[in-house]
């Protein structure tokens, strides 16, 4: 439930509608169109520090990896080398291989280490959990019984940052890199 705090609904008949959503923290404002444009200017600062502190990553309910705000020309650039295993679509990145593995932990710590190599080609330290379950309910090896526990074992590839991120380790790093250079250079 919304309540539109001071909406005079005399003033005009014209609606406007305004969502932010830094991770999910969300904000939203509808009503008149004065009404949301006094309300926006209020809440300026307050939203422009929402949104700065809310992390790197423009939040979604589709799957696929979020796009960084704002991803820098190098970051797209060093994406383009890699046009065979991410694109982009709508914003997101998405992943056009099949995940390569014998079975859904495998393909659960394959997918993993794709997505934290997609993060970091866009400067990005840190990848949550989230966004690696949805691309694996994408790619149908989503066990939720042993997801976190099946990342959480491999120690050597992963840090965990608290339970809702993973950050890549040196050896992560140089594997995601070479899963994704096969993966990018495969037919």
């Given at each position: 439930m919304y309540n539109k705090v001071g909406e005079d609904t005399?003033?005009?008949?014209?609606?406007?509608?305004v969502i932010v959503s830094a991770r999910e923290g969300i904000i939203e404002i509808e009503g008149s169109e004065s009404f949301v444009a006094d309300q926006l200017t209020r809440l300026k600062t307050v939203i422009c520090q929402v949104v700065a502190s809310s992390g790197k990553w423009r939040p979604g309910t589709e799957t696929g990896l979020p796009l960084k705000a704002g991803t820098s020309p190098l970051a797209l650039q060093a994406l383009e080398k890699f046009s065979n295993l991410y694109t982009q679509t709508d914003g997101?990145?998405?992943?056009?291989?099949?995940l390569p593995g014998?079975?859904?932990?495998?393909k659960t710590v394959n997918a993993a280490l794709l997505v934290a190599h997609a993060h970091a080609?866009?400067?990005a330290e840190?990848?949550?959990?989230?966004?690696?379950?949805?691309?694996?309910?994408?790619?149908a090896c989503h066990d939720s019984n042993n997801f976190s526990a099946t990342l959480k074992r491999e120690k050597e590839f992963f840090v965990h940052s608290g339970s809702l991120h993973i950050t890549l380790s040196a050896a992560g790093r140089e594997r995601a890199a070479m899963l994704a250079s096969q993966l990018n250079h495969d037919d």
């Amino acid at each position: 439930m919304y309540n539109k705090v001071g909406e005079d609904t005399l003033s005009s008949t014209s609606k406007a509608r305004v969502i932010v959503s830094a991770r999910e923290g969300i904000i939203e404002i509808e009503g008149s169109e004065s009404f949301v444009a006094d309300q926006l200017t209020r809440l300026k600062t307050v939203i422009c520090q929402v949104v700065a502190s809310s992390g790197k990553w423009r939040p979604g309910t589709e799957t696929g990896l979020p796009l960084k705000a704002g991803t820098s020309p190098l970051a797209l650039q060093a994406l383009e080398k890699f046009s065979n295993l991410y694109t982009q679509t709508d914003g997101r990145l998405r992943l056009l291989k099949d995940l390569p593995g014998n079975n859904m932990a495998n393909k659960t710590v394959n997918a993993a280490l794709l997505v934290a190599h997609a993060h970091a080609l866009m400067g990005a330290e840190h990848t949550t959990l989230d966004t690696i379950r949805s691309v694996c309910k994408d790619h149908a090896c989503h066990d939720s019984n042993n997801f976190s526990a099946t990342l959480k074992r491999e120690k050597e590839f992963f840090v965990h940052s608290g339970s809702l991120h993973i950050t890549l380790s040196a050896a992560g790093r140089e594997r995601a890199a070479m899963l994704a250079s096969q993966l990018n250079h495969d037919d």
